[in-house]
């Protein structure tokens, strides 16, 4: 003689759809809200690592630390020859230069002939240019990439980072974070 089977509660054949309609939803929540990708520095609000640059061009001294530490802020830009959105940025960098913002540029693994020719076509708002063949600045100030931007305090201190480039509806933020970076 068998016994009767034990007969699934009614709910059961529902919990599949049910788990499918859950995972749908999650997918769905993250195509409309993805995580945001940026790579922060942890140096905002610290003082700049300590750095000696060499001159990226022939014709203006290279960089280092030390510089930022004049009293008054300095824009840190970080850029290459061979990077697109350099090339977008470019006429942002030269209203902030013609506006009286002083800017600083690093140029990562680049050659001079590169950055020459760079500078001749997209414009020069640089009154230095240190070369950082290696990256290494480029990692100490916690940068992810190019170009990124930093706002520096006359005492050398990181106050802002701006990752990617400027845009034109940018630079007034930029010019703000100056302001609040030189009280």
Known sequence: MSEPSAKAPRWAIWLPLALFVAFVALVMLGLYRPADKTVASTLVGKPMPAFSLPAALPDRPGLNSADMAD????????????CIPCRVEAPQLGALARAGVPIEGISVRDSTEALQGFLKENGDPYKRVGADDDGKVQLALGSSGVPETYVIDGKG??????????????????????????Q
Request: net charge positive.
């Open 71 to 82: 009293g008054k802020p300095h824009l840190v830009n970080i850029f290459a020859s061979w």
């Open 157 to 182: 201190v990181i106050r802002y980072q701006h990752i990617g480039e400027i845009r034109p509806d940018q630079i007034p933020l930029i010019l703000e974070k100056l302001k609040e970076a030189s």
